[in-house]
């Protein structure tokens, strides 16, 4: 193969992982926006990293109440995430309206959660870096509950017609839904 | 659908980014190892972040370094990916020769990429964020170059074969390969 340099734009070789809804509120207020670079960081008890805009809307109920819901969509919500990746609560829009989702009560924290999603996990704030424009949040996961058709033994299963989605960027996504077994050579 | 709580093991459902392959080296030892958690940071200058365990055997390398390639795999290096990540370096093995690895030189970094990557990134250390049996890597991008077939304009593309690797647990991997394109309503 060529490779060619990349001079600029080299995150987007490492940008699709699975896009995710997070959402925030404080009881009073509330915002849904989606966020590309999110992963876990620990295993047990279960920590996530997540990579957000510091001017954002909804930025604002997380430093509040130290709170967020991370709810992953499917492929079928991919309009749902471009809106919310799109649209910023600034403008006054009410996106659960806007893009018909609904407001699923959490067990743990005061965000909403979203009910589309076929998983949501329950996260607090437990440190911040800063990084100027946007902030990296380490979060522990205090409850978490996933589609039972498509979490089997502890395990993403893609039988029942899970489709993940990964962001490239803009309105482009891709889509993973097959599973390929690695061999020990 | 019916959701059901996940008392452990949550972190398995934000997993499958891209997996990637981290290579190391001081000029004398190197190493290379499997991390499915990584993510970008930066848009501008690049920066990743990368978790990893501090007992790994290419740590070492890293922390005397500060530098690491990432080098993002396809589909292709399936088998190579599972070895890399079940294989410890402490067991003395070269990982390049016994998974059939080509060394490539990089530009600005000690390490030793990977020349069957699609995609190499050279790394400098940042930050280091203490997680206690892992570490949190913050890492600006020195350097990234990409196989000119699968990055057209900014953007991966698949017309080319490409499909990109993510990881699920153990030896399942998940794979996408497809472009669905979103619509604002």
Request: aromatic fraction near 8%; hydrophobic fraction near 40%; include cysteine.
């Amino acid at each position: 193969m060529s490779k060619i340099k990349i001079e600029s734009g080299a995150y987007s070789l490492l940008n699709p992982g699975c896009v995710v809804l997070i959402s925030a509120g404080d009881g009073g207020g509330e915002g849904v926006f989606a966020v590309t670079w999110n992963m876990p960081i620990r295993k047990d008890p279960a920590m996530v990293a997540i990579e957000c805009g510091q001017n954002h809307y909804t930025y604002q109920f997380i430093r509040k109440t130290g709170e967020f819901g991370v709810n992953i969509p499917d492929a079928k919500m991919v309009n749902q995430v471009l809106g919310c990746g799109t649209v910023s609560g600034k403008t006054g829009v009410d996106k659960f309206e806007r893009f018909g989702l609904t407001r699923q009560t959490a067990e743990k924290i005061k965000a909403p959660l979203l009910a589309q999603a076929f998983a949501n996990l329950e996260c607090r704030v437990t440190q911040v870096v800063d990084m100027g424009a946007s902030a990296l949040l380490l979060a522990q996961v205090v409850s978490a509950q996933v589609d039972d058709r498509h979490f089997v033994d502890g395990q993403l299963v893609f039988d029942n017609g899970l489709q993940l989605l990964h962001h490239l960027g803009g309105r482009r996504f891709c889509v993973s839904d097959r599973v390929l077994m690695g061999e020990m050579g």
